[in-house]
Every structure is written in structure tokens, then in C-alpha cells.
């Protein structure tokens, strides 16, 4: 069993249209939780980073953890076609960054 | 905007060659990682400095594959031979507070062994 796992995908939704994103995770001892977002044949960059369970917000996007489920969320509101892109959830403990296999969103136009 | 610097961006090569891949951190940054990263896969770490020391290598298949960050600023990945498994994109980054995991990353070298 992956200690990340994340849905692949690929989802499509129409543009505006609000979009969950989840990973669930085994290691216990995960402190920092980070979603990347890749687009096609680039590097990952930073969207969003929590420490704690809780949301956080930044302006259309909610990060969400839950450290008992063990489980985490991103929500994108009123998606937009440039939304479109894979989203990496990623999750750190002792100093080593575990990241989930991505999930490919497409936000129609 | 300060960015993480690699090339080649694209690298071709046939399987028993050797290839290395360079990186140039964000100024200021200590931490520089080195990932491999699959299609349809996420970033798997090879290789992790802390200035010009490796402080998890772990991952990385040292029959064939090399990594030094002699000053530590920049750094280069080798790969000698390069197995047909190897085709992945390379991925750079770096970070300022190696406790936190807030990584920075750059574009990526591409392989692709023939």
C-alpha cells in the first residue's frame, strides 16, 4: 500500500463548476501538507500548504486536512479552463516529501 | 521572480550512455532536491543536499547514478549507463527552510533512453 494515495483521474467538469480534489494517506506522522499543481510538461509549483487540520483559504482555492481521517481536500470554486492541470497532493515528515500520483482535472469551457 | 534553473530541458540518448542533468537552486536556498518522475506518476526523491552535503540518498540507484553539489549551489545528476527504464523527467528544486517542505521547483530535464 502507497503511504499517499490520490485518485488519477482524469475529471472533467464544466467551467464554473466547483472541484474537489482528495488524497488519503497512512503515515500517522505527516505534518505539513501541500498541494502542487503541474502543468503539462513543467515542473510542480506550490498552491497551496497547511500544517494543521483545518481549512485554508486563498482566494478560489480551500485546502482542507483532516488528521483523523486522514484525509485531505482541495476545492477549486469557479474552475476556469486554466485551472486545467494535474494536482499533486504532497506530504512531508522528517524532512522527506511523499507525493501522491496526481490527478489530471479538465475544466471545459 | 527567482527561479530554479535546469538543463537540458530535453535529453535523447541510447541506452549504456552516460547523460548528466544540471540544476541551479533559487539564490539563498540551502536545501536542493533531485526527483524522478515517471509519467502518470508523482515525484519520487532521489536525492537530498543540505548545502554541499547529502543528507538522503536513500533512493538512489548508486550503481549507476551520481550526484554532487561540490560549492553548494549548484548541483549535477549523472547517469552512467542509462537503462531503458530510466526515461523520466528529472526534476530540481529547492527550498529555504528544509523543515517545512515549501519546495521550489524547476521545469524539468525530460530523458528518453532508446
Known amino acids: 500500500q502507497k503511504e499517499v494515495e490520490q485518485d488519477p483521474g482524469p475529471l472533467s467538469v464544466p467551467e464554473g463548476a466547483i472541484v474537489s480534489l482528495n488524497c488519503t494517506y497512512s503515515n500517522s506522522a505527516f505534518q505539513y501538507f501541500m498541494w502542487y499543481r503541474q502543468y503539462s510538461r513543467k515542473g510542480p509549483e506550490l498552491l497551496m500548504y497547511?500544517?494543521?487540520?483545518g481549512n485554508k483559504e486563498d482566494g478560489r482555492f480551500t485546502a482542507q486536512v483532516d488528521k483523523s481521517s486522514k484525509y485531505i481536500s482541495l476545492f477549486i470554486r469557479d474552475s476556469q479552463p486554466s485551472d486545467s492541470a494535474t494536482y499533486l497532493c504532497a506530504m512531508d515528515s522528517s524532512y522527506k516529501l511523499i507525493f501522491g500520483s496526481g490527478t489530471r482535472l479538465l475544466v471545459r469551457p | 521572480e527567482a527561479e530554479v534553473a535546469q538543463s537540458p530541458r530535453y535529453k535523447i540518448t541510447e541506452k549504456s550512455q552516460a547523460v548528466a542533468f544540471w540544476c541551479d537552486p533559487i539564490?539563498?536556498?540551502?536545501?536542493l532536491y533531485w526527483y524522478r518522475q515517471i509519467l502518470g506518476q508523482g515525484p519520487e526523491l532521489l536525492v537530498q543536499f543540505q548545502d554541499e552535503s547529502v543528507v538522503d540518498d536513500s533512493q538512489l540507484p548508486k550503481d549507476r547514478f551520481s550526484a554532487e553539489r561540490l560549492k553548494g549551489v549548484d548541483s549535477t545528476l549523472k547517469i552512467q549507463p542509462a537503462e531503458l527504464g530510466d526515461s523520466a523527467m528529472y526534476l530540481c528544486?529547492?527550498?529555504?527552510?528544509?523543515?517545512?517542505?515549501?519546495?521550489?521547483f524547476g521545469e524539468g530535464s525530460r530523458l528518453t533512453v532508446l
Open positions: 528544486a529547492s527550498s529555504f527552510y528544509r523543515e517545512t517542505g515549501e519546495l521550489f
Open positions: 539564490s539563498g536556498h540551502a536545501t
Open positions: 497547511t500544517y494543521s487540520s
